[in-house]
């Protein structure tokens, strides 16, 4: 282990390479058809927030429930560049990368209403599900609390040799918890293959970010560190992938972690239970009209007319089919048995 003041003299210049790694990687063009199951991938965590938040009004679900509306195109173009094995873990608004990552919308809607066709039998509810299968390790509560849980995860890769990348998401608001900082110096110091995903959607619980925030630049936070960050346009699917595409190169290279954020927008408030008084209904509106991460794509493939009016309505119509059988599925799906209240407490415990 180097001694501190031996890194701390190197840093600089350890950061400028590990900058210049992370220009190296660059995805393919899209094809058309990649273009399009984007688009729906959006479409359906769009679609299935909005059903969720039905629900929830219907009192159908209960307790904590956050809507990832509006940051679609964060989870997709990061999990797009993905390969087999890799991992991720989140924070508590955390639906839209249980459906990125490829689990079943039937789990997913199931564990929000309770019942025991969840992914955590009915226990967990909307921050608490896992899928092993899809290397997804959860959706975490304490705020920040994932990060050091990634972390682990990346340390656990390099351990094995695997050659595999933890992508580890949090918001603008947990990028001031301290553990974040432990977490960022570890993964430096050892050189693990971690991609810190920075949500930034302006206002963390409810407070704007310069009111909370000494310097609102979060890509910057691990300058102390030596680890490179970005700032990207979290509303465009393509610049996500990009940005993602030369990250994760640069962590399986074995260069070490690198910082994104991801400027992006919620646009309900941070819970169910939020009226958002802190922002106003133009500002939601004019985001909504001028950066909206499934419109900016659509137009797009208009445009260079990768797809039609009548292909991107067929693809709307079959998410909302899905959706909609995710949802009657949940209702119809029972509730635990009050035995399952002493199962899954221990590790190694058989339900």
Wanted: aromatic share 6%.
């Amino acid at each position: 282990m180097a001694r501190p003041t031996k890194k701390s003299k190197t840093a600089p210049k350890k950061a400028a390479a590990s900058q210049a790694s992370t220009r190296k990687a660059k995805p393919a063009k899209p094809s058309p058809e990649l273009q399009r199951e984007l688009y729906r991938q959006m479409l359906l965590i769009r679609r299935f927030e909005e059903k969720a938040g039905q629900l929830y009004g219907m009192g159908l679900i209960g307790g904590f429930c956050h809507l990832y509306i509006g940051q679609e195109a964060v989870v997709v173009g990061m999990q797009s560049i993905l390969e087999e094995g890799d991992t991720v873990i989140t924070a508590y608004r955390d639906h839209g990368h249980m459906l990125a990552c490829g689990m079943d919308p039937d789990g997913v809607m199931a564990e929000l209403t309770g019942r025991r066709g969840g992914y955590s039998k009915g226990k967990g509810g909307s921050m608490h599900m896992f899928s092993a299968e899809k290397n997804f390790y959860g959706g975490h509560g304490i705020v920040g609390a994932n990060v050091s849980l990634g972390t682990g995860i990346a340390f656990a890769h390099k351990y094995k040799e695997d050659n595999r990348v933890s992508l580890t998401y949090f918001g603008d608001g947990a990028a001031n918890q301290g553990q974040v900082y432990e977490s960022f110096n570890m993964a430096s110091l050892w050189k693990l293959p971690v991609i810190y995903i920075i949500e930034n959607n302006k206002y963390a619980m409810g407070t704007a970010i310069n009111r909370s925030s000494a310097t609102v630049d979060l890509c910057h936070r691990g300058g102390a560190h030596g680890i490179p960050g970005e700032q990207v346009d979290g509303m465009d699917v393509m610049a996500v992938r990009e940005a993602g595409a030369k990250a994760v190169a640069h962590a399986r290279a074995g260069e070490g972690p690198v910082i994104l954020e991801m400027v992006t927008y919620r646009y309900r408030g941070h819970s169910m239970s939020d009226p958002a008084k802190y922002r106003t209904r133009e500002e939601v509106q004019k985001v909504r009209e001028e950066r909206d991460p499934i419109d900016h794509l659509r137009d797009e493939m208009l445009a260079a007319k990768t797809a039609d009016e009548a292909a991107l309505k067929e693809i709307d119509k079959q998410v909302r089919e899905v959706v909609n059988a995710s949802a009657e599925f949940a209702q119809n799906s029972q509730e635990p048995d009050p035995g399952e209240l002493w199962t899954d407490v221990l590790a190694g415990q058989v339900a």
